[in-house]
């Protein structure tokens, strides 16, 4: 059974950082492009950010270019968002799910999600 399950979201105060973790189970991770998608309230959900099955291509959409960094580590069956410098249209549940591949539009499993709030 596929599972992922969302960390490291929390209250942080605009311009400051957070680390998300997306860690995999029932399945081997590097079979997988991951994404990382946002949903704040009364908003469609959007792609942030998305990690080729190794690393190799990675992918922003152009708010969080040069602020957000996804980073994966198959042999712990992890996916980061390092987010820095936030502001608070940040704010949002952030997901991360399991794709064929990042241009794919369909996905294999979603997490949960954890909540990042941006606010002073």
């Known amino acids: 059974q596929m599972q992922l399950v969302e960390s490291g979201g929390g209250l942080v105060q605009p311009g400051g950082s957070l680390r998300l973790s997306c860690a995999a189970s029932g399945f081997t991770l590097d079979y997988y492009a991951i994404g990382w998608f946002r949903q704040a309230p009364g908003k469609e959900r959007e792609r942030v950010s998305c990690i080729s099955k190794w690393g190799g291509v990675t992918t922003y959409v152009d708010s969080v270019k040069g602020r957000f960094t996804i980073s994966r580590d198959n042999a712990k069956k992890t996916v980061y968002l390092q987010m820095n410098s936030l502001k608070p249209e940040d704010t949002a549940v952030y997901f991360c799910?399991?794709?064929?591949?990042?241009?794919?539009?369909?996905?294999?499993?979603w997490g949960q999600g954890t909540q990042v709030t941006v606010s002073s």
């Open positions: 799910a399991a794709k064929g591949s990042c241009r794919d539009p369909s996905v294999a499993s």
